[in-house]
């Protein structure tokens, strides 16, 4: 693996290039300065999404509502976690307002002129542009994994509840999940086992399912020529690919999703509704959640519950499922984040996901893959993700 860099080089990168990405909402210069702890990340600088607390530093969730509050007096769980293994806490990463659609300023440091994703924008721009060793981001929708693939990065969502989201600005806490982006996966994996998820040994001949063409049906040439390929590496680590139908429509898992959401964040944040400071996007998913009843909104979580529980069922001979987590590369403009669909039911569901670089376009544009498994199997996934990265030829294992 790579030497990781001393903090003076990483702040001198964020002076370079900050101005035109967009990645910091806060750079604590001074903290960044303090020796590290000893440990297994010992040195590695660190991005925290503005949603998380950082004792000493505000957490304003991207919102000009929160402009006033008062700096956290402690840091959250899993930053904690991370500086007592040795991190060095930089700052605080932009992220979109409340970690919804509104989109920040963040610009791709991968992609010019592109989207970087969302809501983890800040944390994956300052890993894609070489400002920090790793960054922490959230995923209530999409947020780590698609940002991580339009920026060219590896991200790691655990399974939902397995990293405490205590000291978090909540969005839906059904499905508000803290994950890390790097590099690469085996940067992650070093990183991942401070929060208590080891890589365990990696099968010799794994079962991987590629939904079938039709589950995707707007899924581009891009898209489709990095699931190909990936299957094809795959293969070549002794995996067999198994052609698998998804058992459930994404519309209707991305709209129960959505239900929940909207009702969840509005319990949270319902006071902003009529805040004229609040951007479009998230005004509108408050105004949804308003209007829900308690029973639709159970109903929902149960039919998701349902849903999770059905599909991982019928994929029991599976070691994980090989995904596309988004259409294609990262769209042009910034002014929307990108499509969350691909991986909402697979959030809904609550196991864990993989996201690794696995190329780019004749553009030049990043692409990714994702590997999903069943709720608990985190450390036989990032155990596969390692394997993939090596059979990809990625990172610097």
């Not at 693996?1 to 910091?24: F, H, K, N, S």
């Not at 700096?71 to 959250?76: I, Q, R």
């Not at 208590?196 to 939904?211: F, K, L, M, N, R």
């Not at 006071?271 to 009843?293: H, Q, S, T």
Request: include cysteine; charged fraction near 15%; charge should be neutral.
């Amino acid at each position: 693996m790579t030497v990781l860099r001393p903090v003076g080089p990483a702040l001198a990168a964020i002076d370079a290039q900050d101005a035109e990405v967009r990645a910091w909402a806060v750079v604590d210069r001074v903290g960044a300065r303090i020796p590290p702890a000893p440990g297994p990340i010992s040195g590695w600088t660190l991005g925290v999404k503005d949603v998380l607390d950082v004792a000493g530093l505000p957490t304003r969730a991207g919102s000009p509502t929160r402009a006033e509050v008062a700096p956290a007096t402690a840091d959250a769980p899993a930053v904690a976690l991370l500086r007592a293994a040795g991190a060095v806490v930089l700052g605080k990463t932009v992220t979109t307002e409340f970690a919804t659609m509104d989109p920040a300023a963040t610009a791709n440091p991968a992609a010019p002129g592109h989207t970087p994703g969302g809501s983890s924008s800040g944390s994956a721009a300052a890993v894609a542009a070489g400002m920090a060793d790793l960054a922490i981001g959230t995923q209530t929708a999409g947020s780590l994994c698609r940002p991580a693939a339009y920026c060219g990065v590896a991200a790691f969502k655990p399974t939902r509840g397995r990293v405490p989201t205590t000291g978090m600005v909540p969005l839906a806490p059904s499905f508000d999940t803290i994950g890390l982006m790097a590099g690469d996966v085996a940067r992650l994996a070093v990183a991942l086992r401070c929060w208590g998820i080891p890589d365990a040994a990696a099968p010799t001949a794994p079962v991987i399912g590629v939904p079938m063409p039709d589950c995707h049906p707007d899924l581009d040439a891009a898209g489709a020529w990095a699931i190909a390929q990936v299957s094809a590496r795959l293969r070549t680590m002794g995996a067999r690919i198994v052609p698998v139908r998804l058992p459930f429509e994404t519309p209707h898992v991305v709209a129960l999703h959505r239900r929940v959401m909207a009702a969840e964040a509005f319990a949270a944040h319902g006071r902003l509704e009529a805040d004229g400071r609040v951007g479009p996007r998230f005004r509108e998913l408050l105004g949804e959640g308003a209007v829900l009843g308690a029973a639709e909104v159970t109903d929902a979580r149960s039919l998701l519950q349902e849903l999770g529980h059905s599909c991982w069922a019928g994929f029991a001979d599976l070691h994980g499922l090989l995904l596309p987590p988004a259409p294609g590369p990262a769209p042009a403009g910034l002014g929307a984040t990108g499509p969350a669909h691909y991986q909402i039911p697979w959030t809904a569901f609550g196991g864990p996901l993989a996201a690794l670089p696995c190329g780019q376009t004749r553009d030049r544009l990043p692409l990714g893959t994702m590997l999903a498994a069943r709720p608990g199997d985190d450390a036989s996934l990032v155990s596969l993700a390692l394997a993939l990265e090596r059979a990809l030829g990625v990172g610097d294992a």
